[in-house]
């Protein structure tokens, strides 16, 4: 990273500011944010939003409107990045996913300079995944980014008590409870991601998650809920199979989830062939949730290494 372009970027951020309103700074200093953001709990979604951090949000609104507070987040990940290289040294982290730190660090400062500032508030999906990964909260591991979270006790009840039994069991003698896992997720304004969302890139992801559970320890695995983990894929379309496969045939167990609006949006937004057959109601997106024991998944890949 180019330190001295991006504290010249933040520079100008503050010019910005200013000019808007030449005393938000003074009321908002941004300090009193990043330590909001350090206060968080550590097995949080990613798009957890606390009281305090809504609060100065509001107030920042209604002195400038968004489009301020869109240059004010602008500035604090700025600011999270120069601040990033001393904390990675800190961290216990493969040297190639501080690699893939600095790549996301690069997208998102051309991504500030670029793009209009109003993008940049928490009603965007990529500013939560963005902040999240600035903040060292996430973590991108190649075809995924993932985080430390909780699989929510309403696991238990879906599918009726057939399904609570055999849930209770995996996570009581398998998983060895709900709390701390790894939860990854897709980024689709990540074009790094998204050159490794295939077999190969999922494959390097998935062996780099297991090096980051040998060291931690206390993180009982990794889980995931998505559409495109519906075993209904492996004939409709086999190309996505690999990605609930390599997971269930190595230990992993797939679980029903329910269904939504937006996964059936996304499901059939790029293939013609899960469209017509949505529309022809031989196929209904369903989000299934894949879980993978941190013994399993660690065995799985001493076995590639």
Known sequence: MNLDRITDISHKLVKKININNNDLLNKFPVNN???LLNNYPQT?????????????????????GEDLLGLYHQLILIELILNAPDKLKL???????????NKNFKRI??????????????????????????????????????HLSSISKGFFFRKGLPQFVKRGLFVLFEL??????????????DNDLMAEFNHEGFVRTCIRIAELLKANENVKGLFGSSWFYDPQLEVI?????????????NGGKSFYAGQSEQATQDAILKSPTRRRLYKEGKYIPTIYMVVWPRKKLINWANKLI
Do not use: W
Not at 92 to 97: A, G, M
């Open 91 to 101: 961290l216990n982290l493969p040297e190639d996913i501080k690699v893939l730190y």
């Open 44 to 64: 949080i979604y990613y798009h957890y939003v606390s009281a305090e951090i809504k609060e100065y949000c509001n107030n920042i609104v209604k002195l400038g």
């Open 109 to 146: 400062v051309e991504k500030i300079e670029s793009e209009p500032g109003n993008c940049f508030t928490y009603l965007y999906d990529s500013f939560c995944k963005d902040l999240a990964v600035c903040s060292l909260r996430m973590i991108p591991v190649g075809a995924r980014k993932i």
């Open 237 to 249: 379309s086999p190309r996505l199979a690999y990605l609930s496969q390599i997971i269930t045939k």
């Open 176 to 189: 060895g409870g709900l709390s701390p896992l790894f939860g990854m997720h897709t980024d689709s304004n």
């Open 33 to 35: 944010y990043l330590k």
